[in-house]
């Protein structure tokens, strides 16, 4: 299970958060729109991910399963997504 912690407080539609991969190497890029709640289902975010609307690391991503790694940045809607290796220290 990953862990996904807000930084900043969800303001309509800007967000700042950190997502801890735990002990996974990676996450799909669809599965971390979902788990963010930036997506309601993977339906949504594999096409929110093919109309180019989704970036990576500042550059638009079109791969569905794109595999996110720690020290990446996720860009979405107004969300920021920072992929960080290992656990919450504040868990």
Do not use: W
Not at 24 to 45: F, R, T
Not at 75 to 83: N, P
Request: charged share 30%; hydrophobic share 40%; aromatic share 6%.
């Amino acid at each position: 299970m990953l862990q996904f912690h807000a930084s900043e407080p969800i303001t309509g539609n800007l967000m700042e958060a950190t997502v801890y991969l735990e002990d996974n190497e990676y996450i799909a890029l669809c599965d971390l729109l979902k788990l963010a709640g930036l997506a309601e289902s993977g339906g949504q975010a594999k096409a929110f991910i093919a109309e180019g609307l989704v970036l990576r690391n500042g550059e638009t991503e079109t791969r569905k399963t794109a595999k996110i790694r720690g020290g990446e940045v996720i860009e979405f809607d107004g969300a920021r997504l920072e992929i960080a290796d290992g656990y919450d220290p504040e868990e």
